[in-house]
């Protein structure tokens, strides 16, 4: 079992930044491809961004991408997504997810407990 926390979320304006931690306990020991979606209200949970193992590659989804920058650090069991530029639209909570693959949440084996993060004008 994995145990995922994120924190960093909060309210920020447009325009504005924050950063996403995501804080990995348990069977750790192999480094697991870890991802990061978010649901809005009303909505289904949507991908956001994904790291390989290593990190040495990344994947954004397009209304991200060139904004938000996923990043991870393995001697920490953490991962991480920086948020940049933030739109209203960013507003959601976000949950990291571990052990998978793809861009659809039925392809994640763990999830956390989800980092709201709230844009404002």
């Known amino acids: 079992q994995v145990q995922l926390v994120e924190s960093g979320g909060g309210l920020v304006q447009v325009g504005g930044s924050l950063r996403l931690s995501c804080a990995a306990s348990?069977?750790?020991?192999?480094?697991?491809?870890m991802a990061w979606f978010r649901q809005a209200p009303g909505k289904e949970r949507e991908f956001v961004a994904r790291?390989?193992?290593?990190?040495?590659?990344?994947d954004y989804a397009d209304s991200v991408k060139g904004r938000f920058t996923i990043s991870r650090d393995n001697a920490k069991n953490t991962a991480y997504l920086q948020l940049s530029s933030l739109k209203l639209e960013d507003t959601a909570v976000y949950y990291c997810?571990?052990?998978?693959?793809?861009?659809?949440?039925?392809?994640?084996?763990?999830w956390g407990q989800g980092s709201q993060v709230t844009v404002s004008s």
């Open positions: 348990g069977r750790t020991g192999a480094s697991y491809p």
């Open positions: 997810a571990a052990s998978g693959y793809g861009t659809k949440p039925a392809g994640y084996d763990y």
């Open positions: 790291i390989t193992r290593s990190g040495g590659s990344t």
